[in-house]
């Protein structure tokens, strides 16, 4: 029976159970980088990445197939398959998550198209300013540079340029999670129902029913 002492006690220990069942899957899943390659894109220069792709809003980025472009730094920039993202404007460019919460940015590889440039990079939450590469990032295009600044908790990346384009690829990030250790405010709610229900099957007392 639940409500027998034996039942409220096998209760709580499968609500304890699951509870860190669930903090080590959420654990995983945050450990878990998400990897975009953008080969999944057309590699047209000209069509802009459509918002919602990888769950993230791309200001003024378009995927390119580096094989097209054999005399610029974009024939080196596609790390893993044929397609990068780049910033066909030549300019600064946003990159704004679309989903609940926060992501983590981990890091990408970028390469210049044409000639030694500088990158600043900063990582915004809710309109404030958190994360700032203290330094410029100077990427050339011989080749890709690997970028790794592991960020947690933006819901936006700004990406700034000293010249004019540029190519990013193999971008990794996770997606935030409630922290494991939150789900552990469940169990005070559990233990509210268990009392409720030892109260609610306690025999009433002749004092408690006196008139």
Not at 21 to 40: H, Q
Not at 122 to 147: C, F, K, M, N
Request: charged fraction near 15%; hydrophobic fraction near 45%.
């Amino acid at each position: 029976m639940t409500n027998s002492p034996r039942g409220r006690l096998a209760l709580l220990r499968k609500l304890v159970l699951i509870t860190g069942l669930l903090s080590a899957s959420l654990g995983n899943a945050l450990a878990s980088p998400t990897v975009l390659n953008f080969d999944d894109l057309s590699g047209d220069p000209a069509q802009p990445i459509a918002a919602g792709y990888g769950g993230f809003e791309w200001q003024t980025l378009a995927s390119i197939r580096a094989a097209d472009w054999p005399a610029s730094g974009f024939a080196h920039s596609a790390v893993s398959g044929a397609n990068a993202a780049y910033n066909w404007d030549g300019g600064a460019v946003s990159i704004r998550w679309t989903g609940a919460g926060s992501f983590n940015f981990n890091g990408a590889y970028f390469t210049s198209a044409w000639q030694e440039q500088e990158l600043v990079f900063e990582g915004w939450q809710g309109g404030q300013l958190r994360h700032a590469t203290l330094d410029s990032v100077l990427i050339g295009s011989d080749g890709p540079l690997w970028v790794q600044l592991g960020w947690d908790g933006i819901d936006e990346l700004r990406i700034y340029n000293s010249a004019n384009q540029w190519a990013m690829d193999d971008f990794s990030f996770t997606a935030a999670v409630p922290e494991p250790a939150t789900l552990w405010l469940l169990l005070p709610s559990g233990l509210a129902v268990l009392a409720s229900r030892r109260q609610r099957s306690r025999p009433c007392s002749a004092a408690a029913v006196r008139i």
